[in-house]
Structure formats: structure tokens, C-alpha cells
């Protein structure tokens, strides 16, 4: 009897345990919040041999530089186009060198980039204005980074500011890793003028091209 009654207890234990237990759902992982896309800005800087352009976006990061050499082809022989070219591609290299010796540290290369920065942003809020019949935009000239006013755009100290820390760290970017950035330079167009037979070399240079520099070197410096 004592037994049949140490059972039933032990069963309505159990019966009221698992009536107890509470079922919870699971909710679906919430999916991740979208990445606001950088937009990208494009500096440009004329030079004796040729174009440089470097590639930023507004937050500073570089992205990659751009640049050309030219020269002339001497002959109508062949061989004289080939020459050309590699007259051509020397001179784009000799400019990214000097560019990157000389006037990565100027004021001159701030300036531009900071203006190049708020040119873009300038633009966007000029916008509106097209749809009142005012198709003002702006020009790198036109915005006054010193606040000096007359007939160029002012800008806000905080703007200029802001301007000022983006130029600094693109700088700093391009500063340390100059050397990579001469090693990962590559061709990515030749092109001829048959009218005055100029040929042209277009170079350029990449965060991912850098990146493959670096993995270079290290394994030339393994196999010593």
C-alpha cells in the first residue's frame, strides 16, 4: 500500500513538473543593419610631365592614385613607338616620385584635397537651387578656405576643420606607404594621338595592389 501511494506521488511530481515547464520561441536573428556607402572623391594635380589623381573618400581613407606621362614618337620606325612608351611610363613613375617626395607635404596638397572635399559637399546643397532656375555650382577656386569672404564661398570653420583632418590623414596614408605605393604602381592604359604622335601611359596604384606589394616583399626578404 505504502508502495502504490510513493508512486502516485512520484507521478503527480513528474505530471506537474513538465505542465510547469514553459515553451519559448525563438525569435529569427534580426538582420544586419545596411552600410552606409562612402562616396568616393577624386583630387587632381597637374604636373610638368602629366595628371595625377588621387582617389579619397570623405572620410579620409585613400583609395588609389592615378598617373600619366607622355612623349613623343621620334621616327616612323616601329621600334620608335615602343621607345616612346617607355619614355612615356618613365615619366609617370618619375611623377608619382616626385609627387610623393615633394608635394605630398605641401600646403598646396591640403588645400587641394580639402577643397576637393567640400567642392562635392558644396555642390550637393547647391542642388536645390537648379530646381529655383540658379545653376550655380562650385568651383575648387571658388570656396575660400580662409574665410577672407568677397566674392568666394565661405566656408564654416567647421568645415574647414573637418576638411583640414580628412587632408591630414590622407597624407599620412600616402607618407607611410610610399615606398609601397612606388612598388605597386601598374599600367592600366597606352594610348597614341596619330595627329601629333604623342603617346600617353596611364599608372596606377591601389590600396589592393599595395596590399600585394607588402605580400611581395615579405617573400623576398623569406627567401634571403
Known amino acids: 500500500m505504502k508502495r502504490s501511494i510513493i508512486v502516485m506521488s512520484v507521478c503527480a511530481l513528474f505530471v506537474t513538473g513538465c505542465s510547469s515547464t514553459k515553451t519559448v520561441t525563438?525569435?529569427?536573428?534580426?538582420?544586419?543593419?545596411?552600410?552606409?556607402?562612402?562616396?568616393?572623391?577624386?583630387?587632381?594635380?597637374l604636373k610638368?610631365?602629366?595628371?595625377?589623381?588621387?582617389?579619397?573618400?570623405?572620410?579620409g581613407n585613400f583609395y588609389g592614385?592615378?598617373?600619366?606621362?607622355?612623349?613623343?614618337?621620334q621616327?616612323?620606325?616601329?621600334?620608335?613607338?615602343?621607345?616612346?612608351?617607355?619614355i612615356a611610363l618613365m615619366r609617370a613613375k618619375?611623377?608619382?616620385?616626385?609627387?610623393?617626395?615633394?608635394?605630398v607635404s605641401s600646403n598646396k596638397f591640403s588645400r587641394t584635397i580639402t577643397k576637393t572635399l567640400l567642392k562635392n559637399d558644396s555642390n550637393e546643397s547647391l542642388?536645390?537651387?537648379?530646381?529655383?532656375?540658379?545653376?550655380?555650382?562650385s568651383n575648387l577656386e571658388d570656396l575660400d578656405l580662409d574665410g577672407g569672404g568677397g566674392n568666394s564661398e565661405t566656408m564654416t570653420a567647421e568645415d574647414r576643420n573637418r576638411g583640414q583632418r580628412v587632408a591630414t590623414y590622407v597624407k599620412e596614408q600616402m607618407t607611410d606607404n610610399s615606398a609601397a605605393l612606388l612598388r605597386g604602381l601598374v599600367i592600366t592604359a597606352r594610348n597614341v594621338e596619330k595627329d601629333s604622335n604623342?603617346?600617353?601611359?596611364?599608372?596606377?596604384?591601389?590600396?589592393?595592389?599595395?596590399?600585394?606589394?607588402?605580400?611581395?616583399?615579405?617573400?623576398?626578404?623569406g627567401l634571403r
Request: charged share 25%.
Open 198 to 221: 604623342l603617346v600617353s601611359v596611364e599608372v596606377r596604384v591601389s590600396k589592393h595592389s599595395i596590399a600585394a606589394s607588402h605580400q611581395l616583399k615579405a617573400m623576398i626578404e
Open 94 to 103: 618619375r611623377n608619382v616620385s616626385e609627387f610623393l617626395s615633394n608635394d
Open 26 to 45: 525563438q525569435l529569427p536573428p534580426e538582420a544586419p543593419a545596411p552600410v552606409a556607402k562612402l562616396e568616393k572623391r577624386e583630387a587632381q594635380f
Open 127 to 137: 542642388k536645390s537651387n537648379k530646381t529655383e532656375g540658379n545653376d550655380k555650382t
Open 75 to 86: 621616327t616612323n620606325h616601329t621600334a620608335s613607338r615602343e621607345d616612346a612608351y617607355n
Open 48 to 59: 610638368s610631365n602629366g595628371l595625377i589623381k588621387v582617389e579619397f573618400d570623405e572620410q
Open 65 to 73: 592614385l592615378t598617373a600619366t606621362g607622355t612623349a613623343y614618337i
